[in-house]
Every structure is written in structure tokens, then in C-alpha cells.
């Protein structure tokens, strides 16, 4: 008898922009590059660019004004995310802070990319803040998500040079050309079964992952000092 076909993962995405990195998950999936499913696309902005990117069935958003707390806001996108069944949810662009309660509700399933080398520059404002620390290297970071801001397990980053004469746009630039491979590389790992959170620990094929993966220049994330991709 040959084997039932596994479904693809159903991922969900949070954004709150144009929505690039989701653009870019669409894409590998019309490619067959990640075997994975879009099951909704959620915003805290009705008007977000991102959301046309997706058919309205897939589309989900609310103003927070129209709720009494954040906590009620997010207590409604914890629900509809529910409702999706999905096996991972996706912070792609999303800037609102989520609080604890839908944090914990999702725990371990959670993924954020984060556009500085973490724990450098959580928070907003990462490029400048980059530029006027001096820094030489700048980059990107996907991680777990837990309460605390942009402290969550790193699982892996790409570094980019800040160049002479860089101002905040130009080095964003060149952080979101490497934003779509990381963010992909990741997302196939996770639906691959091969990505856990265990506490504070990101584990991959079940050991523990103790310093961040790294984007190669062909797209591949490594092991520091390794010779092969993971």
C-alpha cells in the first residue's frame, strides 16, 4: 500500500504593510519551493497593502480603536487565527506589539522576522540606530516569539554590510533583499518538522540550537563554521 500524502503545513500571516515578505511566501509556495498552505492573512490595519495580496476569503482585519484593550483586540486575532487551524503563524511585517495571553496561546508556533542582528536593536527604528552606533554589519533575524519584545529563541540571521554613506533607506534595502531567502529558509525547516521551540531553546531535528544559523549567500542557512547546509 503506498503512504497517505501528508497535507502541507497551513500557515497563517500577520501583517500590517505591503506585505513583501508574505509576497515573497506566496511565491515559493506558486513554486513549489515550500510546501506549505496560506490559510490567512491577518492585519491590525484594514487598509493594508498586504491584504490585496490574498483573495477576500483569505483576508481578516480590525481596528484596535474599535476594541475596549489590547487584550480584547487580541483575544479576537487569537480567534480567527483559531479558526484557520494553522500550524504556524508568520509575524511578517506585523508592528504591533501582541500581548502575553495570545503569545502563550500560540506558543511554539509563533515565528517573527525581526530586521536587526538580535539582541541588537529590538524595537523600531533598527536601521538608524545601526547607522548612528557606527555599526559595520547589520541584518536580519527570525525567532520565536515570547512576551518580551524581540527576545524570543534566534533561529537563524543574515548579515549585510553597513556601507559609508548608508542612511536608514539604503541600508533597509539592502535588509529586505536578504528578509525574503531568510524568512523562506526558516519556513521550510519549520514545515519539514525539523524547527521546535523547547522553553528558550530553538531545537533543529531535536538538538538543541544554541547560536543562530546563518544565511549563505546561495539562500542556505549553516551552522556557523560549518562547511554544508543544515
Known amino acids: 500500500m503506498s503512504a497517505t500524502p501528508t497535507r502541507p503545513d497551513r500557515i497563517a500571516v500577520l501583517v ?3 506585505g513583501s515578505n508574505l509576497q515573497a511566501i506566496l511565491d515559493a509556495i506558486d513554486t513549489g519551493t515550500l510546501p506549505a498552505r496560506i490559510v490567512g ?6 487598509s493594508a497593502a498586504a491584504l490585496e495580496r490574498v483573495e477576500p476569503a483569505l ?10 484593550s489590547r487584550e480584547a483586540f487580541d483575544a479576537a486575532l487569537g480567534d480567527a487565527i483559531e479558526a484557520t487551524q494553522p500550524d504556524w503563524i508568520v509575524c511578517a511585517g506585523y508592528l504591533r506589539i501582541l500581548c502575553d495571553a495570545f503569545v502563550e496561546r500560540f506558543q511554539g508556533r509563533l515565528l517573527n522576522i525581526h530586521p536587526s542582528l538580535l539582541p541588537k536593536y529590538p524595537g523600531l527604528r533598527t536601521h538608524a540606530r545601526a547607522i548612528a552606533d557606527g555599526e559595520a554589519e547589520h541584518g536580519a533575524s527570525v525567532h520565536f516569539v515570547i512576551p518580551e519584545l524581540d527576545a524570543g529563541a534566534v533561529v537563524a540571521q543574515a548579515r549585510v554590510p553597513v556601507r559609508p554613506g548608508d542612511d536608514a533607506d539604503a541600508l533597509a534595502a539592502r535588509v529586505l533583499e536578504v528578509e525574503h531567502p531568510l524568512l523562506l529558509a526558516v519556513l521550510r525547516l519549520a514545515v519539514a518538522g525539523r524547527l521546535a521551540e523547547r522553553g528558550t531553546t530553538t531545537t533543529l531535528d531535536g538538538h538543541a540550537l544554541f547560536t543562530p544559523l546563518l544565511l549563505d549567500s546561495a539562500g542556505a542557512l549553516r551552522a556557523p563554521g560549518a562547511n554544508g547546509p543544515v
Open 16 to 18: 500590517s504593510g505591503r
Open 41 to 46: 492573512v491577518f492585519s491590525d490595519k484594514p
Open 59 to 68: 483576508r481578516w482585519s480590525a481596528s484596535p480603536k474599535d476594541y475596549a
